[in-house]
């Protein structure tokens, strides 16, 4: 079975160039989130989404961040403009909604800004 | 707010020998605990986790983890590391509030393996 697909793997752009990460959730999966790992931050959750709906967006940054859950099988994160704080591994994960605290991960997006 | 200190940035077991990596918390309720394994360039990877019920939970790969509320602790062990155990660890809070699926992290342990 396919797991969690997170793309691009790897991004490097300018500073102040708007950036899109992709992920695409478990068949099934009623959940989904959005971290950021960092040196500094450790894990952050940015957005947590619930049959496609946003629950807690208290973990995004600022307004130059924002993500959208179309339908249950595409999510985006979104940056605009960048700034090379944002340099970061971006996880998008996602679970049953079952209660069961199982997060499935994707591999990450690498994002640097210059 | 819920929190997870993990105090041990980095720990060196030599193949073979126990590990223990330790993990305490901070919740006002009953915590929901996790720990979860990266592998370098990797996602995140459940290991266990504990609800309620016995204190002590076997996870994969041999791991097991118990919680002790009078220290408000979740510590892992493994009694014999193998080279594939090489990773980063860590410790994780469930908020129930949200059915225990926002989990608040800890910095994480990085593990070395040597022969």
């Known amino acids: 079975d396919a797991g969690v697909i997170q793309s691009p793997r790897h991004e490097v752009t300018e500073m102040g160039q708007e950036v899109t990460l992709r992920c695409k959730p478990i068949?099934?999966?009623?959940?989904l989130f959005w971290y950021r790992q960092t040196m500094m931050r450790g894990l952050e959750l940015l957005i947590y989404f619930n049959n496609n709906v946003p629950i807690d967006d208290s973990g995004m940054p600022e307004d130059r961040f924002s993500a959208k859950m179309p339908n249950a099988s595409f999510s985006t994160l979104k940056i605009q403009p960048s700034e090379p704080r944002d340099s970061a591994v971006y996880f998008c994960?996602?679970?049953?909604?079952?209660?069961?605290?199982?997060?499935?991960f994707g591999e990450g997006s690498r994002l640097t800004v210059l | 707010a819920q929190s997870v200190t993990q105090p041990d940035i980095h720990i060196t077991v030599s193949e073979g020998a126990s590990l223990e990596l330790r993990c305490n918390y901070s919740?006002?309720?009953?915590?929901?605990l996790f720990w979860y394994v990266q592998s370098p360039g990797q996602g995140l990877q459940l290991l266990l986790k504990y609800f309620s019920g016995d204190t002590l939970v076997q996870g994969i790969k041999g791991f097991e983890a118990e919680f002790k509320r009078s220290q408000s602790s979740f510590n892992l062990r493994k009694p014999s590391v193998h080279w594939s155990d090489a990773a980063e660890y860590f410790c994780a809070v469930g908020e129930t509030n949200f059915g225990n699926e926002k989990l608040t992290f800890g910095t994480g342990t990085r593990l070395t393996i040597i022969p």
């Open positions: 994960a996602s679970s049953l909604g079952s209660r069961t605290g199982e997060l499935f």
């Open positions: 919740y006002g309720a009953t915590p929901y």
């Open positions: 068949s099934g999966h009623n959940s």
